[in-house]
């Protein structure tokens, strides 16, 4: 009897014992959820109960486990960052693997990734990176509305937006540069002529080449020009140069390797095409294309040739054709002819060297080319049917692809845009710009962002002309 009662004496000493000690234990079930900063877990010992006394064990334990940013755009990292105690082995995923312990890890995830720490097999907590799918958002406005303009990136990370036509259809000389830094637009020099549907090109000495268009001023009929001009971003002036061998409107311009800029067709000198020295400011005649065309693209391949796509002939014909030109030899050759008839479409050099040629009138299908076999092959399918939209490759390796027009069924203007992915050969929709725009210019800037500006939201065109710009992301 008297052993029992010693028993049951010494159970309940041990049972306050434990309540005085305090411990708990928080595993990764109480450790919360992934947020804005990331989960943390923690496993605490210790503190006084009820007649005990504090405790000097410890016991492994995550202090805490963030990811910043939080939220990243495709292309873009977050570094994941942790603090633990009592480390044996210590492991992230998904794939990072083992790490040490109280460091950092930079992750570049390509969509949403709930990240797990594990702290010796059992404890862990969770770090949300959230990869943010495209958002167009307002930036500032253009002192003047314009479409069939210019938009060229200055070696500053600035970009000169030239000529075009206003809401009033007045051609416009007047130009503006936007710096991404304050989000602005500012005026600077006129143009030596005014001027709209011409090309602009950024030469290696950071000047930019302003080549033809046309004109118009309500005493004669619209007239393609011959004339050129360069801007220099040190003067922020335009001084006239050498004029084209030709004058032309709605042709294409190509800087080359060797540093010159071949122009092509258009219309007033279809067929023909020539090449600007920036050395002599002189423009000289070289082969001509094998088709007429207008409107058509230019697309400088990797291996320095260049591919010449569709177009339009006599403003009624387009065109499924295509033809390469050799700077070398300075002559075009056919190659093989689009799956489809293309004009106001895009052509967009991919990071594998082949090239996207998407949407245009009357086609919603794309055409991948192969410079390698010289054939193109039927690519996926666009969300929704455009032409005259803007293409921009992004620094992921994916093509914007950003307003223009659907015409098929329903005339209307599209604020819609999508991505086209290499890798999974699709395309899907991104976020929607915040205004409809036909022809917009896009200028892919150094933070990796894509300036969308002007352009039109009427599919004439006529008085239109949009003001607003917007930044995708």
């Known amino acids: ?109 390509t969509e949403t990734t709930i990240y797990t ?160 020295d920036p050395v002599t400011g002189r423009f000289t005649a070289t082969g001509s294309m094998t088709t007429a065309r207008a409107r058509h693209t230019a697309t400088l391949l990797s291996n320095g040739n260049v591919l010449i796509t569709g177009g339009v002939w006599h403003e009624t014909t387009i065109l499924a054709s295509a033809e390469i030109y050799n700077p070398v030899t300075g002559i075009f050759v056919a190659t093989g002819d689009m799956t489809t008839a293309r004009s106001e479409h895009t052509a967009t050099l991919l990071d594998d060297g082949k090239v996207l040629v998407a949407g245009g009138f009357p086609s919603t299908t794309v055409d991948l080319y192969d410079p390698t076999t010289g054939v193109f092959a039927t690519g996926a399918t666009m969300v929704v049917p455009r032409e005259g939209q803007a293409a921009t490759l992004l620094t992921n390796s994916k093509v914007l692809m950003a307003g223009g027009g659907d015409f098929s069924v329903n005339s209307q203007v599209l604020s819609s845009a999508e991505l086209y992915d290499p890798t999974a050969a699709e395309f899907t929709a991104t976020g929607s710009m915040t205004a409809a725009r036909y022809a917009p210019t896009a200028t892919l800037l150094p933070s990796g962002k894509v300036l969308i500006a002007g352009g039109s939201d009427d599919s004439s065109g006529m008085a239109t002309a949009l003001a607003s710009a917007e930044l995708y992301e």
């Not at 006394?53 to 202090?63: C, D, F, L, Y």
């Open 1 to 109: 009897m008297v052993v029992w009662l010693c028993i049951l004496i010494f159970c309940a000493f041990a049972v306050c014992s434990c309540e005085g000690n305090g411990l708990s234990i928080l595993n990764a079930g109480d450790a919360g959820g992934a947020g804005g900063s990331g989960g943390v877990a923690t496993l605490a010992t210790g503190g006084a109960g009820t007649g005990g006394a504090a405790s000097t064990n410890t016991m492994p334990a995550i202090v805490s486990f963030a990811a910043s940013p939080a939220a990243i755009f495709a292309g873009q990292s977050s570094t994941l960052s942790w603090a633990v105690t009592d480390a044996i082995a210590l492991s992230i995923d998904p794939g990072v693997g083992s790490v040490l312990g109280n460091t950092s890890q930079l992750v570049a995830p």
């Open 117 to 276: 720490l594990t702290l010796n097999g059992s404890v862990s907590a969770r770090a949300t990176v959230t990869v943010l799918q495209g958002v167009f958002a307002q930036t500032g406005s253009m002192a003047t509305a314009r479409r069939d303009h210019t938009a060229t990136l200055l070696l500053t990370g600035k970009v000169l937006v030239a000529g075009g036509i206003d809401e009033r259809v007045n051609f416009l000389a007047n130009v503006e540069i936007y710096d991404p830094v304050t989000g602005i637009f500012t005026a600077t020099a006129s143009m030596t002529t005014a001027r709209a549907e011409h090309t602009a090109t950024l030469l290696p000495s950071g000047k930019v080449l302003i080549a033809g268009g046309t004109y118009y001023n309500r005493s004669t009929d619209p007239f393609e020009l011959a004339s050129a001009e360069l801007y220099d971003p040190g003067t922020g002036a335009f001084t006239a140069t050498g004029s084209m061998t030709a004058a032309r409107q709605g042709h294409r311009a190509t800087s080359l390797l060797s540093g010159r800029v071949l122009i092509t067709g258009g219309d007033g000198s279809p067929t023909s095409a020539e090449s600007y």
